[in-house]
C-alpha cells in the first residue's frame, strides 16, 4: 500500500499489508483487552481521553503537516480539524458518564431500568477526506462506552492511522484498546465476518455501505453508515443575499469540496438567481488553488489524480447535457491533483451535476419557481445528509426545515458536524447516528434488568 503526495505525484512512504495471521493476533489481542476496558470506571476512562487531547493539542502542527502530505489538506485545515477532535474527546471525557447512566423505568416490577453496556470489538472502516476527525468521531464515544475499536484506514492515509493509534498509546491508554490494521479494502469482509469482530461503522461511499451493510447483515452484526451526500442549499427570496452567497461559497470548498456534507446544489428562487449566480462566480474566479502548505492557498490539490479526473469527466459530462459552465472546469498543466473551483449553472434534474454527487470544488446553481418547487428540488435526490435554507423569516424556516428530506437542516448556515449533536443521513446517505448522546448509544447493549417483588424466604413462617 502507497501513501502518494497529490502534490508532487510521489511515494511518501510504502506499507506492508499485514497478514491474515497477525491481523487475527491483533483482533485477539483487542477481544482480550475489552474483558478489562469495559470493566474500568467512567473517571478512569475520562482521564484518559482527556489525556488524548492534550496530546492531539500539542501535536497539531505535526499532524496537520501529516494530512498536507497525504491528501492535500491546506494546512490550517488541518490544524482546526485537529482541534475539532481534541474537543470530541474533551466532550466524551465529560458527558459519557451522563449519557450511559441507568435509566429507572416504572413497571410492574420492584425495580426496573435500562443500563447501557459496551458490545466489544468496534472496526471502523475510514475515508481519506477528513482522515483524523471520523476516526475520532467513532473512537472517542466508543471507547468511552467501554468497547474497544479497530481501525481500517483508507490505503492513501496509512501515516494518518498509525499517527492517531500513536496518541491513543502515548495518552496511555491500552496497547489493544485502540488499534490500526494496515490492510486493503478486499479485506474488509472477512474482517466483518470475524467473530471477534462485534460490530462495524463506515464512512464512505454509497455503493461501500451496500456492501458492508450486506455483510455486517448475514452476519446479524450491527452497522452505523455515515455515506455520500448531495446537500441542497436552499435561497429564497427573502434571504440575505450576502450571507447566503458568502456561506454558499464557504461550504462548498471546504477540504476542496471533499466532503460528504459539503454544499453541492444551490437552489435560487427565480428572482435572486441571476444575481446570486452572477456573486457567486465571481468570488469562485477569486479562489487560489496550489500548494496546501502556503498560507495563501484557499484549496490545495485533490487527494488523488483519478479522484480528479472523475470530477472533471462529471463537470464535461453535465456540460454535454445542457449545463453553463460559468468558471473552471479546465484540468490544469503540470504535476498534482489540482482541480480549479469550477461554477455550473442552469443545472436541472436528469443532469450528473444534480442527481450524482460531485465530489470535488464544484457547485451546480439550479432555479427554482418558489419555495415549493425549490422544496421538491432539494427532495428530488438519493440521497438525504444535510441540507441548508436561508430565509429571514423564522416560523417559514421551521415549516419548511420539516418537509427537507435530510439528517439535518441548518437554517442561515452551512452544514456542519458538532459533537453536540446527532450527525447521519436518510436514503442513500446511510443509517444509525454518530455524535451527540444518539452516537454513543449506536455501540452499546441497551438492557433492560427487571427486579420482581421480593419473595419471602423459604423458610419463612406464616
Known amino acids: 500500500m502507497e501513501s502518494i503526495n497529490p502534490q508532487s505525484g510521489k511515494v511518501i512512504q510504502t506499507y506492508s499489508s499485514a497478514t491474515d495471521e497477525a491481523l487475527q493476533t491483533r483482533l485477539r489481542a483487542a477481544a482480550d483487552e475489552f474483558q478489562h476496558w469495559k470493566l474500568n470506571s467512567f473517571p478512569e476512562r475520562a482521564k484518559l481521553m482527556h489525556a488524548a487531547a492534550t496530546l492531539l493539542r500539542a501535536r497539531k502542527a505535526e499532524l496537520a503537516e501529516l494530512m498536507a502530505d497525504e491528501m492535500g489538506k491546506v494546512i490550517r485545515d488541518g490544524i482546526a480539524e485537529i482541534e475539532k477532535c481534541a474537543g470530541c474527546c474533551d466532550y ?69 492511522a498509525l499517527a492517531i493509534e500513536a496518541v491513543f498509546k502515548d495518552a496511555g491508554f491500552p496497547a489493544h484498546a485502540f488499534s490500526t490494521l494496515l490492510v486493503e479494502s478486499s479485506r474488509v469482509e472477512a474482517l466483518i465476518r470475524n467473530p471477534l469482530v462485534s460490530a462495524v461503522t463506515l464512512t464512505g461511499s454509497t455503493p461501500a455501505g451496500r456492501s458492508v451493510a450486506g455483510i455486517a447483515g448475514s452476519e446479524l452484526k450491527k452497522c452505523v453508515l455515515e455515506l455520500g451526500g448531495s446537500d441542497a442549499y436552499i435561497v429564497l427570496e427573502d434571504a440575505d443575499l450576502d450571507l447566503a452567497v458568502d456561506l454558499c461559497v464557504k461550504s462548498r470548498l471546504i477540504n476542496a469540496g471533499q466532503s460528504c456534507i459539503a454544499a453541492k446544489r444551490f437552489i435560487v428562487v427565480r428572482p435572486l438567481r441571476a444575481e446570486f449566480e452572477a456573486r457567486y462566480a465571481e468570488k469562485f474566479k477569486a479562489i487560489r488553488y496550489g500548494d496546501p502548505r502556503d498560507p495563501a492557498t484557499d484549496i490545495g490539490p485533490m487527494a488523488r489524480t483519478d479522484l480528479r479526473d472523475q470530477v472533471h469527466a462529471q463537470v464535461m459530462k453535465s456540460v454535454e447535457q445542457g449545463a453553463r459552465l460559468l468558471v473552471g472546469g479546465v484540468v490544469p498543466d503540470g504535476p498534482g491533483a489540482y482541480y480549479p473551483a469550477t461554477v455550473l449553472a442552469g443545472v436541472k434534474p436528469g443532469m450528473t451535476a444534480f442527481d450524482d454527487e460531485i465530489f470535488g470544488p464544484v457547485a451546480a446553481i439550479i432555479e427554482a419557481d418558489d419555495e415549493e418547487h425549490a422544496i421538491a428540488l432539494a427532495n428530488q435526490s438519493v440521497f438525504g445528509l444535510g441540507a441548508a435554507l436561508f430565509t429571514r423569516d423564522r416560523d417559514k424556516a421551521d415549516r419548511l426545515a420539516r418537509r427537507i428530506e435530510a439528517g439535518c437542516v441548518f437554517i442561515n448556515s452551512f452544514v456542519k458536524s458538532d459533537p453536540r449533536l446527532p450527525f447521519g443521513g436518510i436514503k442513500q446517505s446511510g443509517f444509525g447516528r454518530e455524535l451527540s448522546w444518539f452516537g454513543i448509544q449506536e455501540f452499546v447493549n441497551i438492557k433492560t434488568v427487571y427486579h420482581a417483588a421480593a419473595a419471602k424466604p423459604a423458610h419463612a413462617v406464616e
Open 92 to 160: 466524551y471525557a465529560e458527558h459519557a458518564h451522563q449519557f450511559l447512566q441507568k435509566q429507572s423505568i416504572a413497571s410492574d416490577a420492584q425495580e426496573s431500568y435500562v443500563a447501557y453496556d459496551p458490545l466489544g470489538v468496534i472496526l471502523a472502516v475510514m475515508p481519506w477526506n477528513f482522515p483524523f476527525w471520523q476516526v475520532f468521531r467513532f473512537a472517542a464515544p466508543a471507547l468511552m462506552a467501554g468497547n474497544v475499536g479497530v481501525l481500517k484506514h483508507a490505503s492513501n492515509v496509512s501515516g494518518c
